[in-house]
């Protein structure tokens, strides 16, 4: 059986049939010209970088600090794994980054944090946290030091509009189950807050309602303080939270997920058209800290829909995108674009905004951010040798902008600066952090 034929079939099945897909699944296919993006000259092509760690285009330069090895402001070493990061203004012009480091109790000998951070440490088996760096007007580090400890798999997050960023755990380790990343002494798989200001290391407090499961990102949607959150599974939701009081998301709030209206429990792995929205709603989760890694289950028996391990995530101009690292007809990535309603009771729209049609276009998308000019901006994390980061314009033309020159590990953390001069990014092993910077304007 043919694969349009069968997934019509898995459609129809669904609920979703023509109500969905009134011109028919073939034409849709052909019209939105189905797994073959284009592909577009971007800022041109690459530059090999004699230094061999960050190859970029013509008149692009980068400066790499805070490496693993070096030291912190406070004498003890750099950590290794910076994975997520979010760039902040600071005081007298400065730029304030606040960094994953994606630890786990089972990497020994990297454990994150001084001894003056025992007392505050969430769990002291797990070596995982964030570190926030100052930067100088001219991109240069003034200051770097330990600001959240005690966490383990700190791989994502995503920055508040009241000046702090969000650090999700993407494991859900228990002392029962620890799982293969090594033992430890709390129940892990919570999000973490850790402000901008803050000139030491916070006293973890774990967001339990906004749930609990291997999280990947998190965007706010600014007008309605809405949280919209990433899981990296395989069968993973696409989440919400609402929360009860802005700016206070210890107090609590609803979990919910999201569902395409007309055909539940959809798998969207393969079969969907490019660019054509879907009506969504949402349904609510009645328990978002289970004890076992179940918040998943009820979503999907209420009707939602599972994406192939969802994990960027980044909100522009009242739109979000997100990824799903392994979804598409070829498992080698789709980004999709949620449009949040307008009412309360309107909930929404998703659509597939672009599938990779081959990994030399586009392999494993991970972390994501939209850039100035209206491109997005995406780490790969694909698994061929190659890490690149690739530029995904408004009308879905893929181009290079960077390529890991070093090794094969992902590029991860992906922000520009708040005056959009200068990007920055992460190599995540060994750990090392670029400020990159040049003529934007080729591209804008």
């Not at 090594?182 to 919570?190: C, L, M, N, P, T």
């Not at 200001?197 to 990102?217: D, H, I, T, Y």
Request: with cysteine; hydrophobic share 35%.
């Amino acid at each position: 059986m043919g694969l349009q034929r069968r997934r019509f079939l898995t459609l129809a099945a669904a609920g979703m049939g023509a109500a969905l897909f009134p011109q028919g699944l073939q034409l849709l296919y052909q019209r939105a010209a189905y797994g073959q993006p284009l592909t577009t000259r971007g800022f041109g092509p690459l530059v090999k970088d004699p230094n061999g760690l960050l190859d970029l285009p013509a008149g692009f330069q980068y400066r790499v600090f805070s490496k693993l090895g070096d030291r912190l402001s406070d004498g003890t070493p750099v950590p290794t794994c910076h994975d997520g990061m979010a760039a902040f203004l600071g005081p007298e012009g400065t730029t304030i980054l606040v960094r994953n480091h994606e630890l786990y109790p089972a990497l020994r000998g990297v454990f994150q944090g001084i001894e003056s951070t025992k007392e505050i440490q969430y769990d002291p088996l797990a070596p995982g946290g964030t570190t926030t760096l100052i930067l100088s007007k001219d991109r240069r580090l003034l200051k770097h030091y330990v600001s959240l400890a005690g966490t383990s798999c700190n791989c994502g997050g995503g920055k508040t509009p009241w000046g702090s960023w969000i650090s999700c755990e993407e494991t859900v380790a228990t002392p029962a189950n620890p799982g293969w990343r090594g033992a430890v002494q709390k129940r892990h798989g919570y999000a973490f807050e850790v402000p901008i200001a803050a000139s030491k290391p916070v006293k973890p407090v774990p967001l339990k309602a906004m749930g609990r499961f291997q999280r990947e990102a998190i965007a706010i949607d600014p007008q309605t303080n809405i949280i919209y959150q990433t899981e990296d599974r395989g069968d993973s939701l696409f989440y919400r939270f609402i929360p009860k009081q802005a700016g206070n998301l210890a107090a609590g709030g609803e979990l919910q997920a999201l569902k395409i209206k007309g055909a539940p429990k959809l798998n969207t792995a393969e079969g969907f058209p490019l660019r054509k929205p879907f009506e969504v709603e949402w349904v609510s989760i009645p328990e978002p800290d289970p004890a076992t890694d179940t918040v998943r289950y009820p979503g999907y028996e209420k009707g939602a829909a599972q994406f192939v391990r969802a994990e960027g995530l980044c909100y522009a101009k009242g739109e979000f995108y997100f990824t799903a690292t392994s979804g598409g007809r070829k498992r080698l990535g789709q980004v999709w674009r949620y449009r949040p309603g307008r009412t309360s009771a309107d909930g929404g729209t998703i659509e597939l905004f672009v599938e990779s049609p081959g990994k030399e276009v586009l392999d494993y998308p991970d972390n994501l951010t939209m850039a100035p000019w209206g491109d997005l901006l995406c780490c790969e994390d694909g698994n061929d040798g190659t890490n690149r980061l690739v530029g995904i314009t408004p009308q879905g033309q893929l181009y290079t902008f960077a390529r890991n020159a070093l090794n094969n590990q992902e590029l991860a953390g992906i922000c520009f600066s708040p005056d959009g001069q200068t990007l920055f990014v992460n190599l995540y092993h060994p750990g090392m952090t670029f400020a990159i910077w040049g003529p934007w304007d080729r591209r804008g």
